[in-house]
T-cell receptor, first 114, second 109 residues
Framework: NAGVMQNPRHLVRRRGQEARLRCSPMKGHSHVYWYRQLPEEGLKFMVY????????ESGMPKERFSAEFPKEGPSILRIQQVVRGDSAAYFC????????????FGPGTRLTVL | DAKTTQPNSMESNEEEPVHLPCNHS???????IHWYRQLPSQGPEYVIHGLTSNVNNRMASLAIAEDRKSSTLILHRATLRDAAVYYCILMEGAQKLVFGQGTRLTINP
C-alpha cells in the first residue's frame, strides 16, 4: 500500500505565476488535510477536505489560495499569483473514514518563489 | 483548540530511554492525546495516541496521568534516527492537527 504521494517535490515559480500542488491520499482514505510550514516556523493547518467537499478551511488565506478534492483524482492546492511569502513546504496528509485515527503525511512540496 | 506545553529541547544519549513530557491541563473528556514527530526535511510521522490508558506500540509508549492533565512519550532505547521534533497534540474527532513548537530531541552518539 503506497503512502501519501505529493508532486512535485520541488516547485519553483516566479512572482505572479500560479502554483499547483498535488496530493494522492493513501488507498481507502477519504479525508485529506493540507498544512504549510514556513521557513523556521511550525506546521500550520490550512484546509481539510473530504471527497468533493471542503470541511474546514479556517487556515486558508482569504485570497489566492484554493483547494479541491474531486471525486476522481488527487487533491489539488492551488496558489494564484504567488508572492515570495508563499515560499514554504506544503504537506498533505490523509486519514481513513474513522474518527480519532492518525494522519499519514506525504513528503511535502517545497515551493520557492523567486 | 486545547493547548499543550512541551519543553523546547531535550538531549539524550544513544541506547538510553527518553521521556518526553507534555502538559495539557485544559484537556476535555473527548480529547485524544496524539504524538507526532518530524525528522529533518521530512513530513510529520505519527508516533502514538491514547485517551486514558497507557499505550504501547512498536515505536514508543505513551503514559497518561490519571487526571489526564499530562502525558509522557517514552522512547525505550533511543537511536540517532530518533532525533526529531516531537509534537504532543490534543485531537477531537477527525479534525485538523494543531501543532505547537514541539520538543527538539537531540541524540548524542
Amino acid at each position: 500500500n503506497a503512502g501519501v504521494m505529493q508532486n512535485p517535490r520541488h516547485l519553483v515559480r516566479r512572482r505572479g505565476q500560479e502554483a499547483r500542488l498535488r496530493c494522492s491520499p493513501m488507498k481507502g482514505h477519504s479525508h485529506v488535510y493540507w498544512y504549510r510550514q514556513l521557513p523556521e516556523e511550525g506546521l500550520k493547518f490550512m484546509v481539510y477536505l473530504q471527497k468533493e467537499n471542503i470541511i474546514d478551511e479556517s487556515g486558508m488565506p482569504k485570497e489566492r489560495f484554493s483547494a479541491e478534492f474531486p471525486k476522481e483524482g488527487p487533491s489539488i492546492l492551488r496558489i494564484q499569483q504567488v508572492v515570495r511569502g508563499d515560499s514554504a513546504a506544503y504537506f498533505c496528509a490523509s486519514s481513513p473514514l474513522v474518527l480519532y485515527n492518525e494522519q499519514f503525511f506525504g513528503p511535502g512540496t517545497r515551493l520557492t518563489v523567486l | 483548540d486545547a493547548k499543550t506545553t512541551q519543553p523546547n529541547s531535550m538531549e539524550s544519549n544513544e541506547e538510553e530511554p527518553v521521556h518526553l513530557p507534555c502538559n495539557h491541563s485544559t484537556i476535555s473528556g473527548t480529547d485524544y492525546i496524539h504524538w507526532y514527530r518530524q525528522l529533518p526535511s521530512q513530513g510529520p510521522e505519527y508516533v502514538i495516541h491514547g485517551l486514558t490508558s497507557n499505550v504501547n506500540n512498536r515505536m514508543a509508549s505513551l503514559a497518561i496521568a490519571e487526571d489526564r492533565k499530562s502525558s509522557t512519550l517514552i522512547l525505550h532505547r533511543a537511536t540517532l534516527r530518533d532525533a526529531a521534533v516531537y509534537y504532543c497534540i490534543l485531537m477531537e474527532g477527525a479534525q485538523k492537527l494543531v501543532f505547537g513548537q514541539g520538543t527538539r530531541l537531540t541524540i548524542n552518539p
